[in-house]
């Protein structure tokens, strides 16, 4: 399972609402700035996030978390909303020899319009699936794998980055970040059923 969510290749097989993803640059062997953008159902536009990634793990726990930043390479776009990710992630603990205990943590601000109400309601919606999602792609992913750069991990063996390292004069934290572009308008009138139906007969 942490391989399989570590791995960009294999997330633009399973993740359909990805619109494009990729790695800005390499902070140390277990941290990175990337780019990550959503396709989010209509009337709302889509969302983009920038993000420091952070990982570690031993022998019964694996983690991987991310919060936003700013980075020069990344500004916001016109007719996408940048959105901000507080603290959000996976953390998985193996309970046995065949179990292992999945939690999914997201505290984060879409951006736009959307009032917090209905953020709320929604991730009640949307988590589950996305749960769901990630577990029934983890479950084929060492098939998928074998086929596909296998011995290719630089999550585990940093040896094989080979992105760019920092420039910490193009970054800043989250709290300085401009998360919405000024073309990036919303209607005010979403309605959470306009957003679920959509959801539910995308999934």
Known sequence: MYNALHDAAYRRVWDKEMVESREVCVIDSNNDIGYYQVK?????????????RSWRHDNSQYMIMNHSVYHKKEPPRKNIIRGTSYYTG?????IGPQATRFTYI????????IPAWLVNKLFTVVAPKVIQKMVKACRVYEVWKKNNNPEYMPWLWPDQICTNLIDWNDVSSS???????????????????????DIITDT
């Open 40 to 52: 989010t159902p209509s009337p709302m536009r889509n969302r983009d996030f920038v993000t420091q």
């Open 90 to 94: 996976y953390v998985m603990e193996v």
């Open 175 to 197: 709290a300085n970040v401009e998360t919405t572009s000024s073309c990036s308008e919303e209607p005010e009138d979403i309605q959470v059923g306009d957003i679920t139906d």
């Open 106 to 113: 997201s505290q984060s601000n879409p951006g736009g319009k």
